[in-house]
């Protein structure tokens, strides 16, 4: 298939274009590079032997947008463009629903226009909030969000939703990621934290490269194994291939479908931190503080649908996850 990956020289976005290509896919990115850099692309073509065609293009402009479309024939989208820091999301939520939600419609209204029925779309797990019980399962639907980024993902989701009820020929797939982390094991593309990292894995890298001093622990008084908070970590590569196999079963299906992304098992903090600390083979200092406002204290997924529907299953480990991690951290810091 011709796919147009948005956010493709993103984190997510570049793992899933290696794994599309080396499925045989024609992958086409477009993202406005404002979380990104440009030179993924060598990174993407040293990996695969093929460089994909690239728009530097923003989904607001849409302009730009049409043009890709007007010079490409379509058969699927991967939509991965949008911002993601939940605490920024808090401070600046126009610009976060402009984004997400605004250049959202504009992507869709182009799929629309040419005739693109195919769609995959990156939601999260945080459109569950803390209204149920784990495992999180797709049938509980769309829980309440506790931050502006969460909403623009349950609004994405009810948007393709009525897009696909007002369109029958359309076929789209809302995968909801758990916590993905870790690189690929080139260690030629991972994740490059903007500014001071939020989420766990980056930071732990961060403490590993000497950027950071100790990794502050948010709270160690939760309902679980070691009293820190446990999350359904899976690796970057596994959430990618997933990617392949629900752009292909868009391909050949209709309506919309909702698919949990994990591996259905969840790590606590000090059990991440432990995992890292064997990778890295020393220590990692860390310090428990006190727990950070709108944290739920455990969430893992039930990845039965994503196993009955798609046979996706993830293969690797939080061992596999840190030491590929660990590995593209200290390509990182020789650059
Ligand atoms: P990322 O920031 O690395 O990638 C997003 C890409 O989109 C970046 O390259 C950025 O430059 C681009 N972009 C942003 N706004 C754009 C615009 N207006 N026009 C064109 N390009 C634009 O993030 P990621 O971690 O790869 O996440 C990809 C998607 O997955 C996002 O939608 C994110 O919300 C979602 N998601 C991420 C996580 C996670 O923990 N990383 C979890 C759940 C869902
Ligand atoms: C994981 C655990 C923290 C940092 C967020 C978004 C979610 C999704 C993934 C996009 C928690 C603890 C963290 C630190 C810590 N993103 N922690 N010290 O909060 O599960 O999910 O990222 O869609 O929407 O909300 O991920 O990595 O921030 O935290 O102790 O410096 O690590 O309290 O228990 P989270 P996270």
């Known amino acids: ?128 909030g803390d209204d149920f019980e784990v495992p999180f399962k797709e049938e509980y639907g769309l829980g309440t969000t506790t931050n502006p980024y969460g909403t623009t993902k349950k609004m994405n989701e009810m948007i393709i939703t009525d897009m696909d009820i007002a369109e029958p020929e359309n076929s789209s797939v809302l995968l909801r990621y758990f916590n993905p982390i870790g690189a690929h094991e080139s260690g030629l593309i991972g994740e490059i934290p903007n500014g001071i990292p939020n989420n766990l894995v980056p930071y732990i890298a961060q403490v590993v490269s000497g950027q950071r001093d100790y990794l502050r622990v948010w709270g160690n008084d939760y309902d679980t194994v070691d009293g820190t908070g446990v999350r359904d970590y899976i690796h970057v590569v596994d959430l990618a291939r997933a990617h392949v196999k629900a752009i292909e079963y868009a391909a050949s299906h209709k309506g919309t479908e909702v698919i949990n992304i994990g591996t259905g098992k969840g790590y606590s903090v000090l059990e991440v931190l432990h995992a890292y600390e064997k990778a890295c083979g020393h220590e990692i200092p860390y310090q428990i503080m006190e727990r950070r406002p709108g944290d739920i204290a455990v969430c893992y997924a039930d990845t039965k649908k994503a196993e009955g529907l798609l046979g996706f299953k993830a293969e690797y480990d939080i061992d596999r996850m840190c030491e590929d991690s660990y590995r593209f951290t200290c390509n990182l810091s020789k650059e």
């Open 1 to 128: 298939m011709k796919i147009l990956v948005t956010g493709g020289t993103g984190y997510i976005g570049s793992h899933t274009c290696v794994e599309l290509i080396a499925e045989g896919h024609e992958v086409i990115i477009l993202d406005n590079l404002y979380n990104s850099r440009i030179d993924v692309l060598d990174k993407i073509e040293q990996i695969s032997g093929v460089r994909p065609k690239f728009y530097e293009a923003d989904i607001l402009d849409k302009e730009g947008l049409e043009k890709v479309f007007a010079e490409n024939d379509f058969d699927a989208v991967i939509h991965f463009a949008g911002y993601k820091a939940v605490g920024e999301s808090v401070s600046i939520p126009l610009t976060y629903y402009e984004n997400n939600i605004s250049g959202s419609i504009n992507l869709y209204q182009m799929m629309k226009k040419y005739k693109v029925r195919n769609l995959v779309f990156s939601s999260s797990a945080t459109v569950y």
